[in-house]
């Protein structure tokens, strides 16, 4: 607990140093839009303080949090979505899934936590969508419902199995990861805003540059190497290796819901930048990151 107070401590003192930095930046260079490094710095502090829920009082209490998040954040993914009144009991389907998918979590029945979604909500899910419901719109609605699912509860979820298949370690590794995770979107925007030249896709995203995928990658990685004696029990091999993986996942993560964004809201470019600020894009980073980061320390970690 002592050790855990510790770096509790110094993440809130790193963490107020750079809030400082970025309002400093933000009124010294007001010609440059800050707007989505600021929406990361608030997704620190949230993490932060469901990590010091689940360090003083107990995992449930992050575990009811990130189901809370994950809802919202499906729910403003299908508020993207053009939808029928026969999509509304198809919804409703989806959204039930999430209580069930965090008691598997809760049980810690592992077996089922990792095929409900992508197996037997996949095969049920269109039921309540063809019972006297038609087939126009049958493909499209189905398919974006189970994309939400995976994205936004499955990918989501993973994050609150860490405490639960490793108490020891569980929360210091879900710091890790989101510390890395935002830091990488950070430095990759950034530096796109400073001297970014190569727009990757500048259709969908036009903030994720070449240059700032490779200053990301650089940073992340480094960060890996510097925090993870505090935060972790790996090898400074893995810890490099996380980084790296982290980092590219992350930029996947983020590119995927920005083309995905991009092609549900066609037409709509003012919805497109409100949604900017919204929980989705705070976290678009993370539904690619949290299972590939948790299988990959699951497959060579016993303690997992």
Same mark, same amino acid.
């Given at each position: 607990?002592e050790?855990?107070?510790?770096?509790?401590?110094?993440?809130?003192?790193?963490?107020?140093?750079?809030?400082?930095?970025?309002?400093?930046?933000?009124?010294?260079?007001?010609?440059?839009d800050?707007?989505?490094?600021?929406?990361?710095? %608030?997704?620190?502090w949230?993490m932060l303080?469901i990590?010091c829920?689940?360090?003083?009082?107990?995992?449930?209490?992050?575990l009811?949090?990130?189901?809370?998040?994950?809802?919202?954040?499906?729910?403003?993914?299908?508020?993207?979505?053009?939808?029928?009144k026969?999509?509304?009991r198809?919804?409703?389907?989806?959204?039930?899934?999430?209580?069930?998918?965090? =008691?598997w979590?809760y049980?810690e029945? =592992?077996?089922?936590?990792?095929?409900?979604i992508?197996?037997?909500v996949?095969?049920?899910l269109?039921?309540?969508?063809?019972?006297? %419901?038609?087939?126009?719109?049958?493909?499209?609605?189905?398919s974006s419902?189970?994309w939400?699912?995976?994205?936004?509860?499955f990918?989501l979820s993973?994050l609150? =199995?860490?405490?639960?298949?490793?108490?020891?370690y569980?929360?210091g590794?879900v *710091?890790?990861?989101?510390?890395l995770?935002?830091?990488?979107?950070?430095a990759?925007?950034?530096?796109?805003?400073?001297?970014?030249?190569?727009?990757?896709?500048?259709?969908?995203?036009?903030?994720?540059t070449?240059?700032?995928f490779?200053?990301?990658?650089?940073?992340?990685?480094?960060?890996?190497?510097l925090?993870?004696?505090?935060?972790?029990?790996?090898?400074?091999?893995?810890a490099?290796?996380?980084?790296?993986?982290?980092s *590219?996942?992350?930029?996947?993560?983020?590119?995927?819901?920005s083309? *995905? %964004?991009?092609?549900?809201?066609?037409?709509?470019?003012?919805r497109?930048?409100?949604?900017k600020?919204?929980y989705?894009?705070?976290?678009?980073?993370?539904t690619y990151?949290s299972?590939?980061?948790?299988?990959?320390?699951?497959?060579f970690y016993?303690?997992m």
């Open positions: 607990m050790s855990s107070i510790l770096t509790l401590i110094l993440i809130f003192s790193v963490l107020s140093v750079i809030q400082l930095l970025y309002y400093v930046m933000s009124k010294t260079q007001p010609n440059i800050y707007t989505d490094v600021g929406f990361r710095i %608030k997704t620190w949230g303080v990590f829920l689940a360090t003083f009082l107990n995992p449930v209490v992050s009811l949090s990130l189901m809370v998040l994950t809802f919202f954040t499906l729910k403003e993914y299908f508020s993207m979505i053009k939808t029928r026969a999509d509304r198809l919804f409703l389907w989806a959204y039930l899934t999430i209580p069930v998918q965090f =008691y979590i049980i029945w =592992y077996g089922m936590f990792i095929v409900f992508p197996i037997y996949f095969l049920v269109p039921l309540p969508r063809l019972i006297n %419901k038609g087939t126009v719109g049958f493909m499209r609605s189905v419902t189970q939400g699912l995976m994205l936004m509860v990918g993973h609150a =199995y860490f405490q639960f298949a490793s108490p020891q569980g929360a590794l *710091l890790f990861l989101v510390v995770t935002q830091l990488n979107d950070v990759h925007t950034i530096a796109s805003l400073y001297f970014g030249r190569r727009r990757i896709v500048p259709t969908s995203n036009p903030n994720l070449w240059e700032g490779a200053c990301a990658f650089l940073a992340t990685t480094g960060c890996a190497y925090i993870y004696p505090y935060l972790t029990p790996l090898s400074p091999t893995f490099l290796l996380s980084g790296m993986l982290i *590219l996942s992350g930029f996947f993560g983020s590119l995927t819901v083309v *995905l %964004k991009r092609d549900l809201l066609i037409g709509d470019d003012g497109f930048d409100a949604l600020k919204s989705l894009s705070r976290v678009d980073s993370l990151t299972p590939i980061f948790f299988h990959f320390i699951r497959y016993e303690f």
